[in-house]
């Protein structure tokens, strides 16, 4: 298994990999065309700096993938590393291969001088219900709140 950046070629992968984990239907993440949609999303990965997917490839198979964003911050004078995704293919779990891409993720944060790391987990997921990211050595906030805003509605 290793672990690398997202190239175009591996939209079809990525696509096979969010239907595995049973949150999207074929329509609900394009259908057909979503290899085509994902290839424009990881242009703009490729293209900007600030944004790295990486992927963990088994024989030549795309199992897991993490996507990590850098903010900065102008109150902690350095940028704080963001992870919106980390999923991992349901026949590749309890293989290691989520703890390699958060360490990955985490040293390419240390790389560009985070500050801080932060990410999202929702209460219902499996991945916090097993204690995933504590066991990792993360810290779930207690005084802060996850707050979401959907522009086109409002």
């Known amino acids: 298994m290793r672990i690398r950046e997202a ?40 293209q900007e700096p600030d944004h790295v997917l990486l992927v963990a490839e088994e024989d030549g198979e795309i199992v897991g993938y993490v996507g990590l964003h850098f903010i900065p911050y102008l109150f902690m004078g350095h940028p704080e590393g963001y992870i919106s995704e980390l999923f991992v293919k349901s026949s590749a779990r309890g293989k290691g291969i989520g703890s390699k891409l958060l360490t990955e993720a985490v040293k ?47």
């Open 108 to 154: 390419r944060g240390r790389a560009r001088g985070c500050s801080r790391m932060q990410l999202v987990n929702m209460k219902n997921r499996d991945s916090y219900k097993r204690g995933f990211y504590t066991k990792m050595g993360w810290r779930e906030r207690e005084n802060a709140a996850d707050f979401v805003y959907d522009p086109t509605e409002g």
């Open 7 to 46: 190239v175009y070629e591996d939209a079809v992968g990525l696509r096979s990999l969010l239907l595995d984990i049973g949150w999207f239907s074929n329509s609900n993440i394009g259908g057909d065309e979503f290899p085509e949609k994902l290839k424009k999303m990881l242009a703009w990965n490729i």
